[in-house]
């Protein structure tokens, strides 16, 4: 059979029902064998960087595995973006680019190794991309596709998930190969060291008993290792506050008697109270990065004993300043079959502890009765809060980058089957357009919220033809502060309200017109007042639609880390007395050299 067919059989056995990409030269070989393949079919993206975000989401809302195509040169490269947003999050997905004949490769003959290019659109993507993706390569002959493929499945999917690459050249995607005489990938099974992890887990069952102070944090791998229900499990067991990382928010409902919030740079106030005050933690599945430590690892959880469950040995042994007591390297799936056995036969419930957490959130909401007093613009806390309140309880909320995604983070009420996500590792501005088409259609046109900002949807507006030409009732919720609002904030703080390129150098297109000429509707919302009509009035259509969202240019992010100072001390701060009076640990002093990132 065709090289170029084998590929597509080998993704509909996997699975794959769509494929991401924009056709070319050096990869029309393979796509033109959709048109004897009925079993998967493509959709046409207008441009590389957005067909992997597509990508990206699809995979995410799985179950299915996704997959991309592009061309040598320009459409490798315009992928990168998209892969390291899969990279950073852990998300599978194979990309397959199309690459000059094998001779006219730089690499195929001794005289041109050091040419810079020899074939047309010949670029060195697998070296390009091999620092994020799991794996990256070039097929060296027709008869290894099997083998590499079947490897690239396996590497995307197992352990810590990513994606992977393969370089297929023109000439190979056009040879007849026989499939029964092709190599196969062997899969080879690690043993774990049962007993190691049994004694891990019963010292963190013994800790949990002993401690006044306990707390879980659930990150993003909760989700990723689609153990979700294996958390509420546990959380019947052990009564104990719950907080989350941002990747996290959406593994544990809202309403959850025990959560408390979102932790870290731009957490709520009474989670950061929570997690700083801890005398023992046990973190599932985030990597603790400097988003939730703050600019000082070190006093982050000062004063807890902290255990940690990642499947990546390299984030636990990160030695940056803080101190991991007890590291299990292990997929979280294990771990809860495991962990089930002891905690089945006892429950932990520290009532005090879990009283005062729950005080604390009481204490200190984000969303205050002066933002819903608010005449002029609309508060973007009151309108994620309204928002909430409109949706169907398993709707796919999707944020970009910035403030409008901590406006998102910290105003949204996500409740038990509702999914909030982002690129949250990469954060590229353009990402939640994209990964809307991408999830709408792996769910079957399902209608998908995608909260964005008058600068990142630029980066992908080109993508509004590909919404209505597959007519996907996407909802994109513009929050306009006519800037670059998270970096103006920056600014303000260190750069003595300096405003270049965020106040000044930067304007916006006139929406509307843009949103017609799609024949995509438009709606505007100035005020507080008008949101909850103008949202049921969105949410009712079938069509998508482009609501744009007047936000006062100088609205800030509150509450948010700055100058160094660790996580319990948000800006803007509270008063110095009652500060005190919320911290059980030694408070301590700020590192003036630390400038949080924005």
Excluded at 284 to 306: C, E, K
Excluded at 308 to 319: H, M, T
Excluded at 485 to 496: N, P
Aim: proline share 4%.
């Amino acid at each position: 059979m065709n090289l170029s067919d084998f590929i597509l059989d080998f993704l509909v056995k996997k699975k794959v029902k769509k494929v991401f990409l924009i056709t070319g030269g050096a990869i029309s070989f393979v796509v033109d064998a959709f048109s004897r393949n009925k079993k998967i079919s493509y959709i046409c993206a207008a441009h590389e960087q957005a067909a992997a975000m597509m990508a990206d989401a699809y995979s995410r809302m799985g179950p299915n595995f996704s997959a991309t195509m592009v061309t040598s040169g320009p459409g490798a490269t315009n992928l990168l973006t998209g892969i390291a947003c899969s990279w950073f999050d852990s998300i599978p997905s194979i990309h397959i680019c199309g690459q000059v004949n094998s001779t006219d490769l730089g690499s195929s003959h001794k005289s041109t190794q050091n040419v810079r290019q020899v074939g047309f659109q010949e670029t060195d993507i697998v070296s390009m991309a091999k620092p994020i993706t799991k794996m990256a390569y070039q097929l060296k002959n027709p008869e290894e596709i099997k083998f590499v493929l079947e490897k690239a499945y396996h590497v995307a999917n197992s352990g810590r998930p990513g994606p992977v690459l393969i370089d297929v050249p023109m000439d190979f995607q056009r040879k007849i190969i026989n499939p029964k005489k092709l190599k196969t990938f062997k899969i080879i099974d690690k043993k774990l060291n049962q007993n190691s992890i049994k004694i891990k887990i019963a010292k963190i069952c013994g800790l949990l008993k002993k401690s006044k102070r306990p707390t879980i944090i659930v990150g993003g791998g909760i989700r990723y290792s689609k153990t979700t229900q294996d958390l509420i499990s546990l959380t019947k067991k052990l009564k104990i506050p719950i907080v989350t990382t941002w990747s996290g928010l959406d593994s544990i409902s809202h309403d959850h008697l025990n959560y408390i919030g979102s932790i870290g740079v731009y957490g709520s106030r009474a989670a950061n109270f929570v997690i700083q005050n801890s005398d023992f933690i046990l973190c599932l599945g985030s990597r603790l990065d400097t988003r939730v430590t703050g600019g000082v690892p070190r006093n982050f959880a000062r004063n807890a004993i902290i255990s940690a469950v990642d499947i990546d040995s390299y984030e636990l042994n990160k030695n940056r300043g803080l101190k991991i007591d007890i590291k299990l390297n292990l997929d979280l799936k294990i771990f809860f079959n495991i962990f089930k056995n002891y905690f089945n036969n006892f429950n932990i419930i520290k009532k005090d502890w879990i009283n005062q957490s729950l005080i604390w959130k009481k204490k200190y909401p984000i969303i205050l009765q002066s933002y819903r007093d608010q005449k002029k613009y609309v508060n973007p806390y009151v309108f994620m809060e309204k928002l909430s309140n409109n949706l169907n309880k398993n709707e796919i909320i999707i944020a970009d980058d910035g403030a409008h995604l901590t406006w998102a983070i910290q105003g949204m009420k996500i409740l038990k089957n509702q999914r909030l996500f982002s690129a949250f590792g990469n954060s590229p501005m353009g990402y939640a357009f994209p990964a809307s088409i991408g999830a709408s259609i792996a769910l079957n046109k399902k209608r998908i919220i995608c909260i964005d900002g008058d600068g990142s949807i630029q980066m992908n507006i080109q993508e509004f033809h590909t919404m209505v030409s597959n007519k996907l009732p996407i909802k994109i919720f513009i929050m306009n502060n006519n800037g670059y609002g998270i970096i103006k904030q920056f600014q303000e703080l260190y750069l003595e309200k300096r405003f270049e390129a965020t106040g000044k150098g930067v304007s916006n297109p006139n929406f509307k017109k843009i949103s017609n000429a799609f024949g995509i509707n438009y709606t505007e919302i100035k005020k507080n007042s008008d949101i909850e009509k103008k949202i049921k009035k969105v949410l009712k259509s079938k069509k998508p639609e482009f609501i744009n969202i007047l936000v006062n240019p100088n609205q800030k992010i509150i509450p948010k880390l700055s100058f160094g100072d660790p996580i319990e001390d948000l800006s803007p701060k509270i008063g110095r007395e009652e500060f005190y009076k919320n911290m059980i640990v030694k408070p301590i002093n700020k590192k003036k050299e630390i400038i949080e990132s924005n």
